[in-house]
């Protein structure tokens, strides 16, 4: 069976992209703020700036594959369970662009800002939410670390955005 390759620089270019920002998470997934899993990294800024930037697929692609990385540096402490925040963290992406693109207030950057707030609450609240199967001292311990990873991550996706954004004049 003979395959026929298309030249289609979009598809190549969009690859090419996710792959950089998928080797940034993993950069970031060095980067540690202190918490009881060890999970807790600058891993998933790069996914939120691509979300914000290319679409809901290349960051549901980087940020998701930006906390397997991290998990895998650390051992899977939490095992499968990994699997699950990758996917919370998805939504969590998710949740920063819907606030950019459909909050119905356009003036200085409120959408952005509403955006943020969401999606970094949201992944700092995970925790929590997974404290039926973590138990809830240990939830409890991990929400302020994570809760501040994911304020710092949010947040610095957003302000590269907005230079990069005011520097292309997209």
Do not use: W
């Not at 030249?7 to 920002?21: D, G, Y």
């Not at 999606?119 to 991990?142: C, D, H, K, Q, R």
């Amino acid at each position: 069976m003979c395959f026929k390759l298309r030249n289609n620089s979009k598809e190549v270019a969009r690859i090419a992209r996710i792959a950089v920002f998928i080797a940034l998470s993993v950069i970031g997934a060095f980067i540690k703020i202190p918490s009881p899993t060890g999970t807790v990294a600058l891993d998933s800024c790069p996914g939120y700036f691509s979300v914000l930037a290319f679409g809901f697929l290349e960051g549901a692609a980087v940020i998701s594959l930006g906390h397997i990385a991290t998990s895998a540096n650390v051992g899977f402490p939490l095992g499968l369970l990994h699997l699950l925040i990758a996917f919370y963290m998805i939504v969590a992406s998710v949740l920063l662009r819907l606030g950019y693109l459909y909050f119905p207030v356009k003036i200085r950057n409120v959408n952005l800002a509403v955006g943020v707030i969401a999606a970094a609450t949201f992944n700092g609240l995970g925790g929590l939410v997974l404290s039926p199967m973590l138990g809830l001292g240990f939830a409890l311990a991990l929400t302020p670390s994570l809760m501040f990873a994911s304020y710092v991550n949010v947040v610095v996706a957003s302000m590269l955005f907005q230079a990069v954004k005011k520097r292309l004049k997209i």
